[in-house]
């Protein structure tokens, strides 16, 4: 490859690159706002997981995970933060719902 080759690869990464940290600051923000269903909050979190990997994929020359090993990891996620609320709700120290990578508790009455 010559060197103009070179230089249009790495201009492409980096527009791959600035487009990923602006979907990651756009999905970041959006996290943020009150009201969100666990289902919908669940997906955003994965998407944000996604666009995270894809970011070290372009941005690292190393082996990387592929889509469904992710996925099979962040359900493994999910089961163990599920198995985890589920053991302390059993053990009435805990009562809330959760969503992928946040646990949020209720008010008891």
């Known amino acids: 490859m010559n060197a103009s080759a070179l230089n249009h ?3 492409r990464r980096r527009m791959l690159l600035g487009q990923l940290q ?6 970041r923000a959006g996290l ?3 009201g969100m269903d666990a289902i919908v909050r669940a997906h955003w979190e994965r ?8 970011s070290i994929a372009i941005n690292e020359q190393t082996t990387i995970r ?3 090993e992710l996925a099979d990891q962040l ?3 999910e089961q163990m933060q599920a198995d985890f609320v589920s053991g302390h709700l059993k053990s009435g120290h805990f ?3 959760i969503a992928f990578g946040a646990v949020e508790p209720h008010k008891t009455r």
Do not use: F, K, Y
Request: cysteine-free.
């Open 32 to 34: 943020h706002q009150h």
């Open 9 to 11: 690869l790495e201009w």
């Open 22 to 27: 602006a979907a990651d600051v756009n999905l």
């Open 47 to 54: 998407a944000l997981a996604h666009i995270r990997e894809a």
């Open 95 to 97: 009562e809330g719902r």
């Open 75 to 77: 359900m493994r996620i």
């Open 66 to 68: 592929t889509v469904q």
